[in-house]
């Protein structure tokens, strides 16, 4: 049965939309649908967020990033995640344990078994029952992401560090997320983000509704 599901990709691949179009569908089936995100999840978890994003052009080495995201899973998944699956609610999250392992690992460095660990320590055991990888360019998110904050903000500064990062950065963990999608599965459902949004909608919808 299918409780926890979580929505991973670069940014601009279209996780968020995904999340709430699934969450409109179920809530709609009568399902009761918590929905949330890392970082960012908790107020403690937005601090955090706010730290993470806003650091402008501060260094923060690869460490610091890590557990400050390490710190915002251990709130979020004790504060929110546990107590809805708990309630018998379905939990969808935007980015989680796979993200640590794509973002901080395959592309910063650090080390795949030391992140695995840490990742269960933050997440107290607490694993996906289904991940959607959102795959697609670096450029096609990043042009998606564009066109976002052109509408939000006309002429504005993009401030988010993860957008301003290198193009090498990007396809280290494009090809990280594929990587974690080929060694685990069966949990792990990798679509086309190039398509569109009512086919990928779809498709998740098609994959989700056998498993609840
Ligand atoms: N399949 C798609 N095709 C075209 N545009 C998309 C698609 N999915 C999302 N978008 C648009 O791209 C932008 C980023 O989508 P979003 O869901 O916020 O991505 P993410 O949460 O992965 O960063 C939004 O403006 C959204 O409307
Ligand atoms: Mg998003």
């Known amino acids: ?54 650091a402008g052009d501060e260094k923060i080495s690869p460490e610091t990033e890590l557990f ?53 320590m933050a997440s107290g055991g607490v694993a996906p029952d289904l991940t959607f990888l959102l795959d697609c360019s670096p450029e096609l998110g990043l042009s998606r992401t564009a066109a976002r904050m052109e509408t939000q903000k006309p002429g504005g500064r993009r401030e988010d560090r993860f957008e301003r990062k290198e193009h090498a950065f990007h396809d280290r963990v494009r090809s990280g997320f594929l990587e974690l999608a080929r060694n685990d599965a069966k949990r792990v459902r ?13 498709e998740i919808r098609a994959i989700v509704e056998p498993a609840l």
Do not use: W
């Open 68 to 120: 400050l995201y390490l710190a915002d899973r251990a709130q979020h998944v004790r504060e929110v995640v546990t107590p809805a699956l708990g309630a018998g609610k379905i939990v969808l999250c935007d980015r989680f344990t796979d993200s640590t392992l794509a973002y901080q690992g395959y592309g910063r460095g650090v080390d795949l078994r030391i992140l695995e660990q840490l990742n269960r």
């Open 190 to 202: 990798l679509l086309d983000a190039a398509r569109s949004i009512a086919d990928l909608h779809a």
């Open 1 to 54: 049965m299918v409780r926890f599901i979580t929505f991973e990709g670069g940014d601009g691949s279209g996780k968020s939309t995904q999340l709430r179009l699934l969450a409109e569908y179920l809530s709609t089936r009568g399902r009761q649908v918590v929905c949330t995100r890392e970082p960012g999840g908790t107020n403690l978890g937005k601090m955090i967020r706010r730290v993470l994003l806003e």
